[in-house]
């Protein structure tokens, strides 16, 4: 495997599933092809039934591909030797709640073949690195669903593996608990691991993930940097005007396709950039206040609807 070479590589993966009394075929993955390069935080992103799971499970090899290929580490997924490199965190792992946070990380230890005599401090040093020394000794029925997921990336963790997949971390945690994991996942990428994140939570993708890749319909849609996707499109403005005459509302929807959207004696403009001037000057004409003048940043939540509404 070269330096340049993805750690994880998708190439024209097809996917069938035969169901129903006649075992008729359908189709979940339509071919698809992705890399996750060396020490990046890749998203995969994608609506309900759009194939996330599934992907992930052929990676995992838990299920095969019906055509294509997929490699880790320049390696097969079907190749049994790959996965002492490779740490999962599914998207509802089941834990012995009888166990202790630090009885189920010596039980994985030990599972992962985590040398014996290395085995407690690998143990110790998961707990602090996940925060959860305090609680190390109380059993897991008792842990909130944030301190579950950050026992669930221990476990992960626990043989040091290469490459970290992570299905849904952020889902059903408060505001707290995602902000918790975020910080998991960043401090991942900072000790040299690779991390795929499979997710349907727009925001923490953009704040945490260096690439992303939009799958609908069993297709990619998009792929690439998120700063790259944050580019796209025509630049627009958000405008805030006060005391807006209706006839001048009239006229920046005809002349300008402005959005418009009112509250109170304010009125909310979405236009394009290129006619912020000339929207600016047709409203002081007419006697309307400018409170203020915003140039949005695109969202990757427009560019991920966009992508679920394209035909196929």
Not at 189 to 203: A, D, W
Request: charged share 25%; hydrophobic share 45%; with cysteine.
């Amino acid at each position: 495997m070269g330096a340049s070479d993805p750690v994880v590589s998708v190439e024209g993966v097809v996917k069938d599933f035969h169901a129903g009394f006649r075992l008729r075929r359908k189709r979940v993955l339509h071919g698809i092809s992705f890399g996750v390069r060396k020490g990046e935080i890749f998203g995969f992103v994608g609506p309900n039934g759009a194939g996330k799971t599934t992907t992930l499970k052929v990676l995992m090899g838990l299920i095969g591909a019906s055509a294509g290929r997929a490699t880790i580490l320049g390696c097969d997924v079907r190749d049994a030797s790959v996965r002492r490199h490779v740490g999962f965190l599914p998207e509802n792992p089941y834990f012995y709640d009888y166990l202790t946070g630090r009885e189920i990380l010596c039980f994985y230890a030990r599972l992962s073949g985590v040398p014996r005599a290395h085995r407690d401090a690998r143990v110790e040093e998961l707990l602090g690195w996940v925060g959860l020394e305090q609680a190390a000794g109380a059993r897991l029925r008792t842990y909130s669903k944030g301190m579950l997921q950050r026992i669930g990336i221990a476990q992960a963790l626990v043989h040091d593996p290469q490459v970290v997949f992570l299905d849904e971390p952020m889902s059903g945690l408060d505001p707290i608990g995602r902000m918790e994991i975020r910080e998991l996942i960043l401090r991942l990428r900072s000790e040299g691991k690779t991390v795929f994140m499979n997710t349907h939570i727009l925001p923490d993708v953009e704040m945490v993930c260096d690439r992303v890749a939009i799958i609908v319909n069993g297709r990619i849609r998009h792929e690439g940097a998120v700063d790259s996707f944050l580019g796209e499109g025509e630049p627009e403005a958000d405008l805030v005007l006060a005391a807006v005459p209706a006839e001048v509302s009239m006229q920046l929807e005809q002349g300008f396709g402005a959005v418009l959207r009112g509250h109170g004696d304010r009125l909310e403009v979405r236009v394009r950039e290129k006619h912020v001037q000339d929207v600016l000057a047709a409203s002081l004409e007419a006697g309307a206040q400018v409170v203020s003048v915003t140039p949005p940043q695109m969202s990757l939540e427009s560019i991920f609807l966009h992508a679920v509404e394209e035909r196929d």
